[in-house]
C-alpha cells in the first residue's frame, strides 16, 4: 500500500509542478495586463484634463466673439456643434478605453472640432480689434499653448496602448484573451 502511495506520488509530482507553473505563469501575465491597462487609464487621465480645459476655453471663446463676427454665424454654429459632438463622443466613451469604436468615435469628433476651430481662430485673428481684446486674446492663447500639451498627451495614450497591444498579443499571453476578455485598447 506504501509503494502504491509512493509511485502515485512520483507520477503525479511532476503533473502537480506543472499545473504550479502554469498558475504561476497566468497569475504574472494577468497582473502584467492589468499594469499596463492601468498605464492606459493613467495617461487617459492628463488627455481627459485637457480636453476638459479645452471645452472651457472654446466655450469662452465662442461666447466672446459670438456678437463680434457678424455674418459668421455658420462658422461660430459649426464650431459649437463640434464641440457638443466631442462631449458626447467624451461622456459615450467612459472608461471603455479599451474599446476601439468608442476611442475612434471620439477621434473623429476631436477632428472634426479641430478643423472648425482652426476656422473659428483664423476668422478671430482677421479681425485686429478682437485680437488685442483681453476676452478673445486669452482663450486665443490658451489654445495656441494648449496645441502642443495636447498632442504630447495623446501621445502618451496611444504609446501605453501599444505598448498594452503588443503585450497581448505576444504568444503564449495572447492564450489568455478569451480567459480573461482582454481586448486590444483604441488609439486617440
Known amino acids: 500500500?506504501?509503494?502504491?502511495?509512493?509511485?502515485?506520488?512520483?507520477?503525479?509530482w511532476p503533473w502537480l509542478a506543472m499545473l504550479a507553473l502554469l498558475g504561476f505563469w497566468m497569475l504574472g501575465a494577468y497582473n502584467r495586463l492589468v499594469a499596463l491597462r492601468a498605464a492606459i487609464l493613467s495617461a487617459w487621465g492628463g488627455v481627459d484634463q485637457l480636453l476638459k480645459t479645452r471645452s472651457q476655453v472654446v466655450?469662452?471663446?465662442?461666447?466672446?466673439?459670438?456678437?463680434?463676427?457678424q455674418g459668421e454665424e455658420a462658422a461660430l454654429a459649426a464650431a459649437d456643434q463640434a464641440q457638443a459632438a466631442l462631449q458626447?463622443?467624451?461622456?459615450?466613451?467612459?472608461?471603455?478605453l479599451a474599446d476601439?469604436?468608442?476611442?475612434?468615435?471620439?477621434a473623429e469628433?476631436?477632428?472634426?472640432?479641430?478643423?472648425?476651430?482652426?476656422?473659428?481662430?483664423?476668422?478671430?485673428?482677421?479681425?485686429?480689434?478682437?485680437?488685442?481684446?483681453?476676452?478673445?486674446g486669452a482663450p486665443l492663447q490658451a489654445l495656441h499653448?494648449?496645441?502642443?500639451?495636447?498632442?504630447?498627451?495623446?501621445?502618451?495614450f496611444n504609446d501605453a496602448g501599444q505598448h498594452y497591444d503588443l503585450?497581448?498579443?505576444?504568444?503564449?499571453?495572447r492564450l489568455l484573451r478569451p480567459v480573461f476578455g482582454f481586448n486590444p485598447a483604441g488609439r486617440f
Open 1 to 12: 500500500m506504501a509503494d502504491d502511495a509512493a509511485s502515485l506520488w512520483r507520477n503525479l
Open 59 to 69: 466655450l469662452a471663446l465662442l461666447a466672446a466673439v459670438t456678437d463680434r463676427l
Open 88 to 96: 458626447q463622443a467624451l461622456d459615450g466613451l467612459g472608461q471603455r
Open 100 to 106: 476601439p469604436a468608442a476611442v475612434a468615435a471620439l
Open 109 to 136: 469628433a476631436d477632428g472634426v472640432l479641430a478643423g472648425r476651430l482652426a476656422r473659428l481662430v483664423a476668422l478671430a485673428e482677421q479681425q485686429p480689434g478682437l485680437r488685442t481684446d483681453s476676452s478673445v
Open 145 to 156: 499653448a494648449m496645441a502642443p500639451q495636447l498632442h504630447f498627451a495623446r501621445q502618451q
Open 167 to 173: 503585450a497581448l498579443a505576444q504568444f503564449p499571453t
